[in-house]
């Protein structure tokens, strides 16, 4: 299919889902926005790829848990291989090792390859493991036929890859897998990729097998400047592999960890304003402030996170992060550019959630009270900013 010239990697997105489920592609579960989506001839996609000879020599396989993917762990399990899929989001680890009951038969083999086999047939893996995979198989929203993927934009696979890299599982000569419906298969401008976003040297439809031949380096490790406080809150093993890497002596700083700020910054913000360790934008004077932020205010006091992300999406004027700050009903939205940030809030005038009409302006326009928690006498509010790319 053909995208429209000066896209986002959102537009794209938006772009395959809406096309796949207006031609019918899609399979269960639908609709398929906001997934890697699941699409009709998945299964004759994944057989693919017992047609790469890195498939019939590798042994240790990694393979992500959406649903068009289930064709391969299913193969992998007849194939004898050790099958790690990650642990949903990260919660309790990396991977999870599927381990089907001895004397398995083919339909206990199927379940096995199922998001309830996941759960019902697995062990965790530990970082002390040593783990060595051959093979990793993603999915994708959309990806080019010179390997630059588009995930569904909540970063989890490029994280599970650059954690793999930093335990010692991969190196840069692993191979990466998709599979994907035909019309998945697009042109993507280079200019949206970023340090962190995983590349695939095969790609696998129903009709065609793709060797990519990709150039472009895979991430190196773990890019700790665009990990937020809060993911390493929601997600342990980043923390095990955080300290490790500290103790190496590499540079761990997060991305809204507080920065020693100068002393006469300091004069007109509360100390209290600092300790909060994830308070973004960090800042006293609207000059401080990035050009390229927007300023969120008169948030609902229960709404939450999602809410906000369904609207901007609807808006056209999803950013690359959003820091949340609920409990100071506001967020800030971190746009590419002071251009892209202006022409956000044009899009976002009279903008609702729930009853409210929220408040949209450039955050360097805003008070210092709107940037910092300035009311005295109240405890500062432990602010755990959720930090997406949208």
């Given amino acids: 299919m053909e995208l429209s010239a000066g896209v986002s990697k959102q537009d794209i997105r938006e772009q395959i889902w809406d096309y796949m489920e207006s031609q019918n592609l899609a399979d269960f579960p639908r609709p398929v926005h906001h997934r890697i989506p699941n699409f009709k001839g998945s299964y004759l996609a994944c057989q693919n790829i017992k047609d790469l000879e890195v498939f019939a020599r590798m042994q240790e396989v990694k393979v992500d848990p959406d649903k068009p993917l289930e064709g391969v762990r299913l193969l992998a399990l007849q194939s004898r291989k050790t099958l790690l899929v990650p642990t949903p989001r990260l919660r309790t680890g990396l991977f999870n090792k599927i381990t089907p009951p001895p004397g398995a038969t083919k339909d206990i083999l199927r379940k096995c390859a199922t998001s309830q086999g996941v759960r019902s047939f697995s062990t965790p893996v530990g970082l002390d493991a040593r783990v060595q995979v051959d093979l990793v198989v993603v999915g994708s929203v959309a990806v080019s036929e010179k390997g630059w993927r588009i995930g569904k934009g909540e970063g989890y696979a490029d994280l599970e890859y650059a954690m793999m890299v930093s335990m010692g599982a991969v190196s840069p000569e692993t191979p990466v897998v998709t599979i994907v419906h035909d019309c998945q298969v697009v042109d993507i401008p280079e200019a949206l990729l970023e340090d962190h976003d995983l590349t695939v040297d095969y790609i696998l439809t129903p009709t065609r097998v793709i060797a990519t031949g990709c150039e472009r380096p895979k991430p190196a490790g773990i890019i700790w400047s665009k990990i937020s406080c809060e993911m390493m809150e929601k997600i342990p093993v980043l923390r095990s592999l ?11 700083s997060l991305q809204d960890e507080p920065r020693d700020l100068d002393a006469s910054r300091l004069q007109t913000a509360p100390l209290r304003a600092l300790r909060g360790p994830q308070a973004l934008p ?7 402030v990035p050009a390229d932020t927007v300023y969120v205010g008169n948030l609902p006091r229960d709404a939450q996170v999602s809410e906000l992300k369904t609207a901007l999406r609807a808006r056209g004027a999803a950013p690359l992060r959003l820091s949340w700050q609920g409990p100071q009903r506001r967020a800030f939205l971190h746009y590419p550019d002071a251009a892209s940030a202006q022409q956000a809030v044009s899009c976002l005038q009279d903008l609702r959630l729930g009853a409210n009409s929220l408040r949209v302006a450039l955050a360097r326009q805003q008070r210092p009270s709107d940037l910092v928690d300035t009311r005295p006498g109240e405890p500062h509010p432990n602010r755990r900013p959720a930090v997406a790319d949208l």
């Fill in 242 to 252: 955080r300290s490790r890497e500290k103790q190496a002596g590499k540079d761990v």
């Fill in 282 to 288: 960090l800042a006293t004077q609207r000059e401080d």
